[in-house]
């Protein structure tokens, strides 16, 4: 099993950056596939980027590609997730969540194949 804590989020006026971090505690934080959801008011979770277990491999919604990164970093057992050029449109709660390696062999899009997941942090992006 493991705990994940995001953090990082806060109002930002549109083209602003932001870094969230998810840190992680509990079982090997390699074992794990992670990924990044966010969930506006009175819309469904939806998946914003993912990375795999090693870092090598990496995937993003189209709606952040090219603005958004997530990376990872297993020696601190926290993957983040860098935005840039930030929209109102990305306001929302955002969400880690992680999958086990073992599980599947490359991080999905679809919310129901994670098994853990953080509290959420806010991001309100002001135009």
């Known amino acids: 099993q493991v705990q994940l804590v995001e953090s990082g989020g806060g109002p930002v006026q549109a083209g602003d950056s932001l870094r969230l971090s998810c840190a992680a505690s509990g079982r090997t934080f390699s074992s794990y596939h992670m990924g990044w959801f966010r969930q506006a008011p009175g819309k469904e979770r939806e998946f914003v980027a993912a990375?795999?277990?090693?870092?090598?491999?990496?995937f993003y919604a189209d709606s952040v590609k090219g603005r958004f990164t997530i990376s990872r970093d297993n020696a601190k057992n926290t993957v983040y997730l860098q935005m840039n050029s930030l929209k109102p449109e990305d306001t929302a709660v955002y969400y880690c969540?992680?999958?086990?390696?073992?599980?599947?062999?490359?991080?999905?899009?679809?919310?129901?194949?994670?098994?853990?997941w953080g509290q959420g942090t806010q991001v309100t992006v002001s135009s």
């Open positions: 969540a992680a999958v086990l390696r073992t599980k599947v062999v490359v991080p999905t899009t679809q919310k129901s194949q994670y098994d853990y």
């Open positions: 990375i795999r277990w090693s870092g090598g491999g990496t």
